[in-house]
């Protein structure tokens, strides 16, 4: 051991080394961001990404990051500047930056094996790999189902989702029977019998990913999708609310039964146009706003599709891992049964997708890629369900959110020029600032603090915090976000 943290801590800046005033679940965290360049990014980065222009569109990189100096729950820059990441890599890193429990599995040599010899899982998967998926995958499900397909990230994992709602429905279509000649040598050529003209609903503001076929239900931003073409497939309202929620429940119950005449006036329209499959939608509409649906909402769009034998995906790529303080953001609804399908990635570090035994396809090579995942993440996944488990982080979730959203909305009453709206469950958590110009200045001023931040939907700035942030965290950031507030005009 004493040799293995030599080898995580050999790297890092002096400030690294420090030991914290504070008991961090990762040793070795500095007491707060410390920024050295002028400007961020600072010179090194932004000669890298001139460097990087040259081969493939930069645009989007803000910084170049180096990854053996970043710790927990800071990021260390190739300019040595030191930022509290209250976004973490788009809501991708569980438990921080370099957790020495994550790199210990890392150095075990079967494992590296494991990544070195990275399998075709579908036709030659290790010897290891159902125990793996009983051990680690299903050990972490949603409640009710225990059937599990892995895949590569998040779009992957949708597409081929929405394959099999598509093939679920088809096959209660033909009340179980066998596929026609006609059904094979028609969808050879696109067309119906076997290419059927069925939908998937999803709704206004919703992310689903970039590929191909769920473009088609990604409608954050436009820049996504010009261009592209995509499938007339239904779309719906999703909730707008009022907020404080306490303060406007009736105004918001109205909205949520707006919305669910709208879904249902939909499925009848497509039923003669493309019958609707399935329904996708997000537990809260991350990138696209970080829109939120009560649970009631939720209970009555799964009765919608069980009237209408339409299949429930909950798409919980982003939401999924603990960040809302439970495993997984729809265990807050109360649903009356589990969803058809919840897919996943992002903190989950491979894509894929539970989903309950009617959904299961009964021939090979339906649902299926060379890859269907990477064993390597699921390691990684394996050293993240340890850190939740030993370290209770869905209840620290809960703890620091709660400080987080107190501070929020003490904030909120102080800059009510500034921010409003604040909202989310556990630490995932989001406010608007008055129109995206303001909220762009909030967040580059913050990164210029030292804390990484990022905006989402017109005006909304979203936290997105690793599993393991704690209360000091959550005091720097509140800290350094009420001076940024402070100076604005």
């Not at 030991?19 to 965290?29: I, M, T």
């Not at 603990?322 to 969803?339: A, D, I, R």
């Not at 090979?364 to 050293?383: Q, S, V």
Request: aromatic share 8%; net charge positive; hydrophobic share 35%.
């Amino acid at each position: 051991m004493a040799l293995h943290k030599a080898v995580l801590y050999r790297n890092l800046p002096k400030i690294l080394t420090n030991q914290s005033r504070h008991a961090s679940l990762v040793p070795g965290e500095p007491d707060g961001p410390s920024i050295k360049t002028s400007s961020i990014p600072g010179p090194k980065s932004q000669k890298l990404i001139q460097e990087l222009g040259k081969i493939q569109q930069s645009g989007s990189v803000a910084m170049f990051c180096d990854y053996d100096k970043s710790i927990g729950n800071y990021m260390v820059d190739v300019d040595d500047n030191v930022f509290l990441d209250v976004y973490s890599q788009i809501a991708s890193i569980p438990v921080g930056y370099n957790h020495p429990g994550v790199l210990k599995l890392l150095t075990d040599p079967h494992n590296m094996r494991t990544i070195a010899n990275r399998p075709a899982l579908g036709v030659m998967p290790g010897a290891d790999w159902p125990d793996k998926l009983k051990s680690v995958l299903l050990k972490v499900a949603p409640p009710g189902l225990d059937l599990v397909t892995t895949m590569m990230c998040g779009s992957c994992s949708n597409e081929n989702a929405y394959k099999m709602m598509f093939m679920n429905y088809m096959k209660n279509q033909r009340g179980g029977e066998e596929f026609s000649q006609e059904d094979m040598d028609s969808c050879m050529m696109n067309k119906p019998p076997g290419a059927p003209k069925l939908s998937i609903l999803s709704f206004k503001g919703a992310f689903h990913g970039r590929t191909l076929g769920v473009l088609s239900t990604t409608h954050s931003k436009a820049i996504h999708k010009l261009d592209v073409p995509a499938f007339d497939w239904p779309i719906a309202s999703f909730p707008q609310y009022k907020y404080p929620l306490d303060q406007f429940k009736r105004e918001n119950q109205q909205e949520d039964e707006k919305c669910l005449a709208e879904v249902e006036d939909l499925i009848v329209k497509y039923s003669k146009i493309a019958p609707v499959a399935g329904i996708t939608i997000e537990p809260i509409q991350s990138e696209g706003g970080d829109n939120e649906a009560s649970p009631e909402f939720f209970q009555k769009l799964q009765k919608i599709t069980q009237k209408h034998g339409c299949n429930l995906l909950i798409d919980e790529v982003q939401t999924g891992c603990g960040s809302t303080g439970k495993m997984w953001c729809h265990e807050h609804f109360n649903l009356e049964s589990p969803p058809d399908i919840v897919t996943f990635s992002k903190k989950m570090q491979l894509g894929g997708f539970y989903h309950s035994n009617q959904m299961m396809v009964q021939k090979a090579y339906r649902i299926f890629n060379t890859w269907l995942g990477d064993p390597g993440k699921l390691i990684i996944l394996e050293g993240v369900v340890e850190a939740i488990k030993r370290d209770n982080l869905l209840q620290l979730v809960q703890d620091t959110g709660k400080v987080l959203r107190s501070g929020l909305d003490n904030l909120a009453q102080k800059y009510p020029q500034h921010i409003k709206d604040v909202r989310g469950r556990g630490t995932f958590l989001a406010f608007n600032a008055p129109n995206p110009a303001h909220r762009d200045r909030i967040v580059g001023n913050m990164k210029n603090e030292g804390v990484i931040t990022a905006g989402c939907g017109e005006t909304a700035i979203r936290l997105r915090p690793a599993l393991i942030f704690q209360k000091h965290h959550a005091d720097i950031f509140l800290g350094k976000l009420e001076k940024v507030l402070s100076q604005l005009k």
